[in-house]
């Protein structure tokens, strides 16, 4: 039982290059999730998902988008990479509507030049 | 999704003492749980607390919470150099909201 799968661990993009981060659950959650981590500031939510074919909007979507086809996969796209989408990015998924606990991937580590 | 402030935001403690941190949350609560990560990894569910109880204990976690002053505490007890993480509070309401943390540091 792998959990929560992220890659790529690591990724530099050069300006204006685009990207997909993958995310894959194997544990059949509903919701899924992705944040931003930067220093001092916690997680910051980007899109989540309440199931397959739909998704929303969080705190900071700009400059990502999502799609969610199947109940396993989430992937997080950057449509256009600036300097100020340098963070680590972390997919997270949970069971049902706000009761449960969280279930976090590793992390994605993307530098943008 | 941030709306809770941790204290202190850096602990530094030496192996066998009690570490405490607390967090402070805006909005009314379904429950608040408490996440660990160390470093480079990803966050770690360690207790949840629900808004009608007042404390709970895993092993050497204790955990309190006060919904009249919207806060919670994490009492890690009989501290271990592999404690040593960041603690993150998240209150949950109408999403999951997130603290900025505390760094704990546990010295040998």
């Known amino acids: 039982n792998a959990g929560v799968t992220q890659t790529p661990k690591f990724q530099v993009l050069k300006t204006g290059q685009s990207m997909t981060l993958q995310c894959a659950q194997d544990m059949n959650h509903e919701y899924m999730s992705w944040y931003r981590q930067d220093p001092g500031m916690g997680l910051r939510l980007i899109h989540y998902?309440?199931?397959?074919?739909?998704?929303d909007q969080g705190e900071v979507p700009n400059g990502y988008n999502v799609s969610r086809s199947t109940t396993e996969d989430f992937p997080l796209r950057l449509l256009s990479a600036a300097p100020s989408q340098t963070s680590v990015y972390f997919c997270a998924s949970w069971r049902s509507a706000l009761a449960g606990e969280l279930f976090f991937g590793e992390g994605s580590r993307l530098t943008v030049l | 999704s941030q709306q809770g402030e941790e204290d202190p935001q850096a602990l530094s403690i030496q192996e066998g003492e009690n570490a405490t941190m607390n967090c402070s949350y805006k909005t009314s609560i379904n429950n608040l749980q408490w996440y660990r990560q160390n470093s480079g990894r990803g966050l770690v569910h360690l207790i949840l607390?629900?808004?009608?109880?007042r404390e709970k204990h895993s092993g050497r976690l204790r955990v309190t919470l006060d919904t009249s002053k919207k806060s919670s505490s994490l009492l890690i007890t009989a501290s271990r150099a592999a404690d040593t993480a960041s603690y993150f509070c998240v209150s949950t309401g109408n999403q999951f909201y997130f603290g900025t943390g505390t760094s704990l540091t546990v010295i040998p």
């Open positions: 607390i629900r808004s009608n109880e």
């Open positions: 998902s309440v199931g397959a074919g739909i998704t």
